[in-house]
């Protein structure tokens, strides 16, 4: 577990500079709103223990060279919790951030709502998410660093609401804080790593390199194009398949340059989002925001394994935040389909397709796709771009894969290679058929 720092002294950490921005002043009743008897003893001594005034601290910074707003949670504070006064903190640093267009960083760490103000304490949560909405709406980025511990409203709000998610090794991460989970309950389920896991975070950083992770996600988050991506040029077969079953081979083939190869070749540097924050990964989409000569491309990349419900609803998750911070999308289409077992239909794959069909036909950020390898049927259109789809000379696209085909059509399996000519899935063919625009080098299918 990373050493538990104080809200100062995580500010330090990731910061290059620090100005503290004007807080509103509030007047509080003796004892506070509900009169908790010894509450103003315990705001005082926790005064004085930590050196701060409330449970946050807020304020500007540059880290690693990018400006943002910090919002810096001091645990030591009656246990970093929520009250009236920790809100107006918060609503004014993401007010701040939206009049001076800003990305909000939470340095969460916190156990929860203020019990000694009650429902009162509570319904901050409702104002924060009101204030976290508007700061989305408005097209800034929010990252997220959790903390030990991060539980409760905090994690439910400032944590999980935001758009990138980083936590610290170790850190104590749920929504059910240790006092309040059950007895019985698997403590393990309770940290930085198991929300990684379970696609409810995106990375485990170390506190050493807390500074640079966030300064590139910072960097890439905040630079927006209008311009399409560039295609990446081609990285295997030159030459056009002469059949329908010679493309299908040459897909299939253990030897093509996969998804990895093509986000090497084509970003200088990236870093990846993961999960779909529904409980679930797949490794066989790869997601992400990159640098490709000198400007952010975000990326969503099947990586030629069937792909899973948790694939979709992650490219979906990307598609739609690179879309509201206006970065253009690179999508790369390689999968024989969807996973079509008993639990990826327990897990509603029709629903995450659907929910990627609609992301990427209302996307108003330029996306641009190619197709890598195979493209099976309708889990692999959904991540095409309409009209702005690519072709490579070792891919296909198929309505369904050429055997499947055959057996629908009640066709015997020798006539798979001719029902393969006759779907016309070559990129050749695909040209022709105006689905796509050409391949990935002019010479490929004359596009």
């Given at each position: 577990?990373?050493?538990?720092?104080?809200?100062?002294?995580?500010?330090?950490?990731?910061?290059?500079?620090f100005?503290?921005?004007?807080?509103?002043?509030?007047?509080?009743?003796?004892?506070?709103?509900?009169?908790?008897q010894?509450?103003d003893?315990?705001r005082?001594r926790a005064?004085e223990?930590?050196?701060?005034?409330e449970?946050?601290?807020?304020?500007?910074?540059?880290?690693?060279?990018?400006?943002?707003?910090?919002?810096?949670?001091?645990?030591?504070?009656?246990?970093g919790?929520?009250?009236?006064?920790?809100g107006?903190?918060?609503?004014a640093?993401?007010?701040f951030?939206?009049?001076?267009?800003?990305?909000?960083v939470?340095?969460?760490?916190?156990?929860?709502?203020?019990?000694?103000?009650?429902?009162?304490?509570?319904?901050?949560?409702?104002?924060v998410?009101r204030?976290?909405?508007?700061?989305?709406?408005?097209?800034?980025?929010?990252?997220?660093?959790?903390?030990?511990?991060?539980t409760?409203?905090?994690w439910?709000t400032?944590?999980?609401?935001?758009?990138?998610?980083?936590?610290l090794?170790?850190?104590?991460?749920?929504?059910?804080?240790?006092?309040?989970?059950?007895a019985?309950?698997?403590?393990s389920?309770?940290?930085a790593?198991?929300?990684?896991?379970?696609?409810?975070?995106?990375?485990?950083v170390?506190?050493?390199?807390?500074?640079?992770t966030?300064?590139?996600?910072?960097?890439l988050?905040?630079s927006?194009?209008?311009?399409?991506?560039?295609?990446?040029?081609?990285?295997?077969?030159?030459?056009?398949p002469?059949?329908?079953?010679?493309?299908?081979?040459?897909a299939?083939?253990p030897?093509?340059?996969?998804?990895g190869?093509?986000?090497?070749?084509?970003?200088?540097?990236?870093?990846?989002?993961?999960?779909?924050?529904?409980?679930?990964?797949?490794?066989?989409?790869?997601?992400?925001?990159?640098?490709?000569?000198?400007?952010?491309?975000?990326?969503?990349a099947?990586?030629?394994?069937?792909?899973?419900?948790?694939?979709?609803?992650?490219?979906?998750?990307?598609?739609?935040?690179?879309?509201?911070?206006?970065?253009?999308?690179?999508t790369?289409?390689?999968?024989?389909g969807?996973?079509?077992?008993a639990?990826a239909?327990?897990?509603?794959?029709?629903?995450?397709?659907?929910?990627?069909?609609?992301?990427?036909?209302a996307?108003r950020?330029?996306?641009?796709?190619?197709?890598?390898?195979?493209?099976?049927?309708?889990?692999?259109?959904?991540?095409?771009?309409?009209?702005?789809?690519?072709?490579?000379?070792?891919?296909?696209?198929?309505?369904?894969?050429?055997?499947?085909?055959?057996?629908?059509?009640k066709?015997?399996?020798?006539?798979?290679?001719?029902?393969?000519?006759?779907?016309r899935?070559?990129?050749?063919d695909?040209?022709?058929?105006?689905?796509?625009?050409?391949?990935?080098?002019?010479?490929?299918?004359?596009?």
């Open positions: 577990m990373s050493e538990r720092l104080s809200a100062r002294e995580v500010i330090a950490l990731v910061a290059d500079d100005s503290e921005i004007p807080y509103p002043a509030r007047q509080s009743k003796p004892d506070g709103p509900l009169a908790w010894g509450y003893v315990s005082a005064a223990r930590t050196g701060e005034s449970s946050v601290v807020c304020g500007t910074a540059h880290i690693e060279g990018t400006r943002a707003v910090l919002i810096a949670f001091e645990f030591g504070f009656l246990g919790s929520l009250g009236e006064g920790t107006d903190r918060l609503e640093a993401y007010v951030a939206r009049e001076h267009r800003l990305p909000v939470p340095l969460v760490a916190t156990g929860g709502s203020r019990m000694q103000e009650g429902m009162l304490a509570l319904t901050q949560l409702q104002r998410a204030q976290s909405a508007l700061t989305r709406e408005a097209g800034l980025p929010q990252v997220a660093v959790l903390r030990d511990p991060t409760g409203g905090g439910a400032l944590g999980a609401g935001a758009d990138v998610i980083l936590a090794p170790g850190a104590q991460v749920g929504f059910a804080g240790s006092r309040v989970r059950p019985d309950a698997d403590p389920a309770y940290t790593e198991a929300q990684v896991a379970a696609g409810a975070a995106d990375a485990v170390r506190q050493e390199d807390l500074r640079g966030l300064g590139v996600w910072l960097r988050l905040t927006s194009s209008s311009e399409a991506a560039p295609v990446p040029p081609s990285l295997g077969a030159t030459g056009l002469a059949t329908g079953w010679a493309a299908v081979l040459r299939r083939s030897e093509r340059p996969r998804a190869a093509y986000l090497d070749a084509y970003f200088t540097r990236r870093t990846a989002l993961s999960g779909d924050r529904c409980g679930g990964t797949d490794p066989g989409m790869l997601c992400g925001f990159g640098e490709h000569e000198g400007r952010t491309v975000a990326y969503a099947q990586a030629g394994t069937a792909t899973r419900p948790a694939g979709y609803r992650t490219a979906t998750r990307l598609i739609r935040l690179a879309d509201r911070l206006g970065i253009p999308v690179l790369l289409v390689d999968t024989p969807a996973a079509n077992d639990e239909e327990r897990q509603c794959a029709g629903a995450a397709i659907a929910d990627l069909f609609t992301a990427v036909a996307a950020t330029p996306i641009t796709t190619l197709l890598i390898g195979e493209g099976g049927s309708g889990g692999a259109l959904a991540l095409a771009a309409p009209g702005n789809t690519y072709a490579t000379a070792d891919s296909y696209f198929s309505v369904i894969a050429p055997e499947l085909a055959a057996a629908i059509l066709r015997p399996p020798q006539e798979t290679e001719a029902t393969a000519d006759q779907l899935v070559r990129p050749q695909l040209a022709e058929l105006g689905v796509i625009r050409g391949g990935s080098g002019p010479s490929e299918t004359g596009g």
